[in-house]
């Protein structure tokens, strides 16, 4: 077996984490939860990071990690990346934000453009979340119609609408041919959950049926080509073909979620998978590391933010849209995202799923892996999935995929919740090999707690 980092994971006796601790017992006073972010992991508190550098994290506690978060997949170049620090130090002492544009976000909305197809024009807000809100609202201004439909399990952020079904569970989810609209928090006001439908991933006809019986209410479906929540799955022929189609039919607008996968190639994910969206919303890595979130698309629909006899139909601001920092960090990320920066990612990613699937497939396992470009996930089952259903684990599964998410910890390597993982260009076959190395680790180390999640 490779080398393993030296690493302290939290919570592991043999190991530092004082100091990680001693800081959340003092968030646990300022803040509810202890923390400012639901995503952040805890077991059982977070790690408190110091610093990165390259693929590397360093923790308060002096640990080292392989980081295979990125920020929730955003840091593409890993920690530090030098062409990002300079431009933004650069920047920095000319001023950080105006009421006024800058030549950099034409430069950062031209080099999007220049690429990624049916992005004619651009929009620039600071998250992702006012990405996707922006291009439901564009889609309602264009359209007239209130409604939109999306996937069951697909995480879109945390505008109102795209959060229905997003947890649904077995419980609650209801039949598969008519999904409920399942509330994602108390409170979730019933008007939002009545003018969203729910759709599931790679079903064609039940999209085809669902729609139509809403034809005339619906503004938009939106569709992450590669839903990681909902299982990191690619989209099937069949299901873009019926998508497209009957979109086309109804009127309807296809808003494709790239703010996680426009990180899977050149021109992003609808491109490489052949879905045809009229908007995209985009973030993470456009932002190099800033915040950031973009709705680009076809100029017809992108007229909805141009003034007409003095008003938009749909005006869009933002204190902080478009700042010079996030502009400048995010062309410095691109740019440096050339066909060569791909074709390394790609060929890390490769690496890393055909090592995973090798493994599970000699050694007969009830795993499976899947994703595309930088981008990976772990199954606990030896069949793909082809939709959020088919990702539901069970209690013995769960905790199987904790003990993994554990191991990788106690082996200096941040492994997300759930084994979805991403690369990062200044990673190498030496930190592939790692990764693989400690997955055999952990089968033949766990191999009745494996054995016994099939007997569920
Ligand atoms: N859409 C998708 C597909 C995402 O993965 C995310 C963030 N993980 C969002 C939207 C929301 O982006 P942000 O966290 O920047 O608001």
């Known amino acids: 077996m490779t080398t393993l980092i030296t690493s302290h994971p939290v919570g592991d006796s043999k190991h530092r984490s004082s100091e990680s601790e001693r800081l959340f017992e003092k968030a646990c006073k300022v803040f509810p939860d202890g923390m400012t972010r639901a995503t952040i992991e805890k077991d059982p508190f977070p790690r408190y990071m110091a610093y990165g550098e390259g693929a590397y994290l360093y923790d308060v506690d002096g640990n080292q990690f392989l980081d295979l978060n990125g920020n929730f997949t955003t840091l593409i170049h890993g920690h530090g990346f030098q062409p990002i620090v300079e431009a933004v130090q650069r920047q920095l002492s000319s001023g950080s934000c105006f009421a006024n544009p800058t030549v950099h976000e034409i430069a950062l909305a031209e080099t999007l453009s220049a690429r990624i197809p049916n992005v004619d024009q651009v929009r620039f807000v600071n998250s992702g979340t006012e990405a996707v809100m922006f291009a439901i609202k564009a889609a309602r201004a264009f359209t007239g119609r209130p409604g939109i ?17 997003q947890a649904a569970t077995p419980e609650n989810w209801g039949s598969k041919e008519n999904p409920n609209s399942v509330p994602f928090y108390h409170g979730a006001p019933k008007s939002v959950l009545d003018e969203t439908v729910v759709l599931r991933f790679n079903d064609a006809p039940q999209l085809e049926e669902r729609l139509k019986a809403r034809a005339g209410e619906i503004a938009a479906v939106l569709v992450d080509p590669m839903p990681s929540r909902a299982g990191l799955i690619p989209p099937e022929p069949e299901f873009l073909n019926s998508l497209h189609n009957t979109c086309h039919d109804l009127g309807i607008v296809i808003i494709s979620d790239e703010v996680l996968n426009l990180r899977q190639g050149y021109q992003g994910a609808s491109a ?18 800033l915040p950031i979130g973009a709705i680009g698309g076809r100029t017809e629909i992108m007229k909805v933010f141009t003034s007409e006899n003095g008003r938009p139909r749909l005006p869009q601001g933002g204190t902080f849209s478009a700042n010079p920092l996030s502009m400048v960090a995010g062309l410095a990320s691109m740019e440096a995202l050339d066909h060569q920066a791909f074709e390394h990612l790609e060929s890390l990613g490769v690496k890393l ?13 009830p795993f499976s892996v899947s994703g595309g470009g930088s981008l990976f996930r772990i199954h606990p089952t030896a069949e793909l999935p082809r939709e959020f259903r088919d990702t539901f684990e069970a209690p013995r599964q769960k905790a199987v995929m904790k003990s993994l998410t554990r191991f990788f910890a106690s082996n200096g390597v941040i492994l997300p919740n759930a084994a979805a993982g991403c690369l990062s ?9 790692l990764v693989i190395d400690i997955f055999d680790e952990f089968v033949r180390e766990q191999e009745s707690e494996i054995a016994a999640m099939e007997t569920n």
């Open 272 to 289: 490489r998978y052949g879905l045809q969206p009229d908007l995209l919303a985009m973030g993470k890595i456009i932002g190099g590391g």
């Open 425 to 433: 260009t200044p990673m190498t076959e030496k930190e592939i090999d």
């Open 149 to 165: 439909a999306k996937f069951e399990g697909s995480y879109h952020g945390a505008y109102d609408c795209v959060e229905v079904s």
């Open 353 to 365: 799923r055909t090592g995973l699937s090798k493994i599970m497939s000699e050694r007969s396992l």
